[in-house]
């Protein structure tokens, strides 16, 4: 089977469905999207061993994976984003009951999806959209909702198209309690009721929601983002100095090398927070860098200055490989190094920058936005 995958993977093999001509993600592939989708998720996402699990899932079962570029959808196409939604450390997935989530949104609008799309960037959350799409023998569009990943639901790039979150359905990890949410005042609110419910359903739970049209599908979300996410990974795979690599790719910035001097976890109210102290190591030997998340990291401090802050990716990751630690699985003298990124032009939009400081100051952080790459000079 190892032969099987190998010998096709070399040809790029191309289906049709319709008029779309859809590419075929092998075993490879999938694990290069873990763990590029994970270098974006700011140190959220749901963590990169959850993402493998459902990998190994696929392959194990002979479960095909489809991909459709965002200009191939037929201008019928009705496409469903997919997530799960809650506090980080209470990821939990059932590939089942995840399928289900999507079928009762489907049953209620009326009409079967073309295909799926993942709300963010993520080690966990990208790849639960897949495997949904894969279970329902639908592509996944090379796409997402965010270019990284986010804290809360409305916090994506449909919200500044004004794109309707709702008619959305809600389920816990195993689709024993299902909700079909008809429609809410506005996306903020949409938020508030996934994650009421997910908080109570044990800080996690399934969503499928915002269906949007093929012209939405081209103009709105980040645009090949699982294409791009896939090369990153195939870099922290196949180069000698991954680091290096990823931040000329990504246009990002190394902000710190250091060890945790302290870590400090709370979930609550379908969130996993996170404070963490790192002292200096290396070229960084003496300073002092602090970062805070709210299941993503969202700002950052060096020696008690600015030195990164939401809508731009601050993602942990290890200093050996480059792969993404996520922030709920730091522990005290790990040693980390930690990468800036720019956000997708988008989120630094005036629309997309208020949205990011509502989040921010309720989350207790009031500082100004200003680009990483200028603060990193």
Not at 254 to 267: D, I, P, R, Y
Not at 299 to 319: C, H, Q, R
Not at 353 to 360: F, N, R
Request: neutral net charge.
């Amino acid at each position: 089977m190892a032969k099987f995958f190998k010998v096709f993977h070399i040809i790029n093999v191309i289906s049709v469905r319709g008029d779309a001509h859809l590419k075929t993600l092998f075993r490879q592939d999938l694990i290069d999207l873990v763990d590029g989708a994970a270098i974006f998720s700011a140190g959220g996402g749901g963590s990169p061993e959850e993402g493998y699990k459902i990998v190994e899932g696929l392959s194990s079962q002979g479960i095909p994976v489809k991909m459709v570029d965002p200009s191939e959808l037929p201008e019928d196409a009705r496409v469903v984003n997919f997530a799960c939604v809650g506090a980080t450390t209470s990821v939990g997935y059932d590939p089942e009951a995840a399928v289900k989530t999507l079928r009762v949104l489907e049953e209620y609008v009326g009409f079967r999806a073309f295909a799926t799309i993942p709300v963010e960037l993520g080690g966990f959350n990208t790849l639960a959209a897949v495997d949904v799409a894969a279970r329902c023998d639908l592509p996944i569009v090379d796409a997402d909702g965010a270019g990284r990943s986010v804290p809360e639901v409305h916090l994506k790039v449909y919200t500044i198209d004004d794109i309707p979150l709702a008619p959305m359905c809600v389920a816990d990890v195993h689709a024993k309690n299902i909700v079909i949410v008809k429609a809410t005042s506005d996306a903020k609110a949409a938020e508030r009721i996934a994650r009421i419910l997910a908080a109570e359903w044990g800080h996690s739970a399934y969503t499928a929601r915002r269906i949007l049209t093929a012209e939405q599908v081209r103009t709105s979300p980040i645009q090949r983002s699982l294409s791009k996410a896939m090369r990153i990974g195939k870099i922290l795979r196949e180069t000698d100095n991954p680091l290096e690599h990823v931040l000329k790719e990504t246009g990002g910035f190394k902000l710190f090398e250091g060890v945790v001097a302290s870590v400090q976890k709370e979930t609550k109210e379908g969130f996993t927070f996170v404070n963490v102290i790192m002292k200096g190591a290396d070229g960084f030997a003496g300073e002092v860098f602090e970062f805070k998340a709210k299941n993503e990291v969202l700002i950052a401090y060096k020696n008690g200055k600015l030195s990164a802050i939401a809508p731009d990716i601050i993602t942990p990751v290890d200093p050996a490989t480059c792969k993404c630690v996520t922030a709920e699985k730091i522990v005290k003298g790990e040693k980390l190094t930690i990468l800036g990124l720019p956000a997708p032009d988008k989120w630094r939009t005036k629309k997309g920058l208020e949205l990011w400081k509502d989040v921010l100051q309720r989350s207790g952080i009031y500082e100004t936005y200003v680009p990483i790459e200028k603060l990193a000079l």
